[in-house]
Every structure is written in C-alpha cells, then in structure tokens.
C-alpha cells in the first residue's frame, strides 16, 4: 500500500447523481429484504414454530446472507465502499478499507441514505433487542441478539473506516495484490526447484 495514496475521507460527501432515485434498485432490495426478514424471524418466530433450533437456524441464515451481501455487493453498488481482508507473505491478516475514488454518477443520494440508514437504525435494533433478552433472562435469544449486533456491526464498522479510512482504487489495490501474490508464486517455485532434498 503506498501511503502518498492515504487520504483522510469526509463522511458523506460522495458525488451524487441526483438525476435517478434508484440507480441499483435490485442490490437495494435485497439489501433491506435479508435484514429486515431477520428482524422479523426474531420477532415473530414464535408464530410458526415452537422449535428454538428451527428458528435459530432460519435467523442465523438470514444474518449471514444479509452480511454477505451487505459487505460484497450492496456496499460496493450503492456507496462505492468495499471493506475486505487478506493474508500477507509472512501469514498477517490485513484488513482493507476501500472507497472508489471516482463515484460521480455511480452514488445517488436516495441510495445511499438507505444504505448508511438502514446499517445504524438496524444496528440499535439490535442492541435493543439484547438488551430486551438480557432483562427478561431469555439467555437463548440473547444467544441470538448477540450474534445479530455482531454481524450488523461488523458491517458498520467495516463501512465506518472506508469513508474515514484509507482512499484506495479497487483496481489498483486489487492489481498490486495480485500481482504480489502472482511473484510470490514464482519466487517459491524457482526456490524449491533449485534446493536439493535434504538428507536424513
């Protein structure tokens, strides 16, 4: 990474297209459908099944796919952030915080605002619901909250530090990993054919 790139990002201040509400409608809709419907099963769950198990697993999975789209396609769509790790050459875990540095005509304001919405209002859901498990000493569903403000949260977290983080182009950063890599490869390859086996 080179630090003549690192830029000190003002939240909020991407370059709207204020000619279109919904540019991404579809990444839109599954952004809200996956969180709100795990909102809902937590809710409501008790209404269709007496079985912890049944309900934890349908929660869980609605959880997961909400933070997998969240992080790999809705943030990337519809504010131009994308938050990702990987393992350097010496086995560190590096975590990256991107944001697209030409966003003018891919951002719209409506979009946006329901991306950074969506992520906090549901994120104090969440709490609230911890909290509401905590005091009513359902330690099963607390199970549940906990797993849900972890996951929205590391989501809002991870989209936090684009926009105050480090400016990077996904493509250069994503060219410069392979490329690493891609030496790496070769450098390893060339240095094992030339040793010679070990005698025991």
Not at 95 to 112: C, D, H, I, L
Not at 178 to 196: D, I, N, V, W
Request: proline letters at 1%.
């Amino acid at each position: 990474m080179n630090n003549d790139e690192d830029t000190v990002l003002d939240f909020g201040e991407e370059e709207f297209d204020r000619n279109r509400t919904f540019k991404h409608p579809v990444a839109v809709g599954f952004h809200l459908a996956f969180r709100i419907g795990a909102l809902l099963a937590y809710l409501f769950c008790g209404w269709f099944s007496d079985s912890f198990i049944t309900n934890f697993v349908v929660i869980v999975i609605l959880l997961s796919m909400d933070f997998w789209t969240v992080k790999n396609i809705s943030g990337r769509l519809l504010v131009g952030l994308r938050w990702w790790n990987y393992v350097d050459e010496e086995g560190n875990s590096k975590w990256m915080f991107e944001s697209r540095k030409n966003r003018k005509g891919t951002v719209t304001a409506a979009e946006s605002r329901i991306f950074w919405l969506s992520l906090v209002v549901c994120q104090l859901l969440w709490i609230v619901l911890m909290l509401g498990a905590i005091f009513t000493l359902k330690f099963k569903w607390l199970m549940v909250s906990v797993i849900g403000v972890i996951m929205n949260g590391s989501n809002l977290l991870g989209y936090i530090r684009c926009k105050w983080g480090t400016k990077q182009n996904m493509t250069s950063l994503a060219k410069s990993f392979l490329t690493r890599q891609a030496l790496k490869s070769m450098f390893t390859l060339g240095k094992s054919k030339g040793s010679e086996p070990q005698q025991t």
